[in-house]
């Protein structure tokens, strides 16, 4: 590694620390330096605070990491394989499948099944939504060998999504919709100690999965045919993105709702801390900027000193979207 690139990861993991504490003591319910210090070091100075701190703050603060970078990875992962640097995880169309399983949950009260109007069966209804949609993908992709086609395929996917949502909102309650409006949101509070456990673990095993096959994918910004010259499986590769990015973003969906932009822009923020597109860099570069998104947007949204909470996906799309904006225009100059 670089001596450059290690004090980049030297600032990165010290901005990381300082973010982590702020958010971990600063909210509707603030916490003195003194206090929050004895409560880390496991003096239960008071049993509210420490459940604030522990039991509320701590597992948010492990989801949001985990999604900024799972996500983060999955852009990545995406933008390397159709080399656009306007794509982003959700191309795939998984977060719309998400969206209309829930949807069917939760407008059509779909309750004959024991538990699944729960948080349980609404994450199983994503889970599901997703799975489906990634299903499909590869079934596309076995058939037809046409990384392009799945762009299609998302986009109808979304439309075809959007439009049965049209027609459920017509028929159902007010509560119905206000309910799914608020998972689409996007939430990082953890209902379920096994949702904890899952980003917790599964994200860095998905990271160490991929760094695996850091050298193919870096064949794959020179082109496909560098690939096939190396004597590596061209499809192979692909389905092996494919999955990875449909698993991470399916789970991550299922856990916190769809969070807009995330997996968009956090591979262009690390390209440009970097700079560089050589992926043994990024990788963990994502692994890192991701998390420190995530946690500095969770913070963002817990407007401090006031009870109320700012959805996610508002502050994600205050940033993504201009970004997003200067992308194209940077790109149609080139």
């Known amino acids: 590694m ?188 953890v209902a379920q100690p096994v949702f904890l456990w899952i980003l917790g673990l599964g994200i860095p095993l998905f990271f160490l999965l991929t760094a695996g096959r850091i050298k193919y994918l870096n064949l794959l910004l020179l082109g496909d045919d560098y690939v096939r010259s190396a004597g590596v499986d061209l499809n192979r590769l692909h389905l092996f993105i494919i999955l990875i990015s449909g698993i991470i973003t399916g789970l991550i969906t299922a856990v916190t709702g769809p969070l807009a932009f995330v997996g968009l822009i956090i591979p262009h923020i690390t390209r440009m801390v970097f700079k560089t597109q050589l992926l043994q860099y990024l990788i963990p570069g994502v692994f890192l900027i991701g998390g420190i998104f995530m946690v500095a947007t969770d913070l963002a949204a817990q407007l401090p000193g006031h009870t109320g909470i700012l959805p996610v996906n508002s502050i994600t799309a205050l940033i993504g979207a201009p970004l997003v904006v200067h992308l194209l225009i940077r790109n149609l100059k080139q």
């Not at 609404?122 to 939504?129: D, E, K, L, N, Y």
């Open 2 to 189: 670089r001596k450059s690139y290690g004090l980049h990861y030297t600032v990165l993991i010290l901005m990381l620390i300082l973010i982590s504490g702020l958010n971990l003591r600063i909210g509707s319910v603030w916490i003195p330096w003194d206090m929050f210090l004895r409560i880390l070091s496991g003096d239960e100075v008071s049993a509210s605070l420490h459940a604030i701190v522990w039991q509320y703050r701590f597992p948010k603060l492990i989801v949001a990491f985990a999604a900024g970078s799972g996500l983060g990875l999955a852009g990545l992962l995406m933008q390397t394989m159709f080399r656009n640097p306007i794509v982003g995880p959700y191309v795939l169309g998984l977060s719309s499948g998400s969206g209309l399983a829930v949807a069917l949950v939760i407008m059509l009260g779909l309750s004959v099944l024991p538990g699944l109007q729960s948080v349980y069966g609404i994450s199983m209804a994503a889970v599901a939504g997703s799975v489906a949609v990634l299903s499909f993908n590869l079934f596309l992709f076995r058939f037809l060998r046409r990384t392009e086609v799945l762009l299609i395929a998302g986009l109808m996917i979304g439309a075809f999504s959007g439009a049965i949502l049209s027609i459920l909102s017509v028929y159902v309650p007010a509560e119905k919709l206000q309910r799914y409006f608020f998972w689409t949101m996007g939430n990082l509070s």
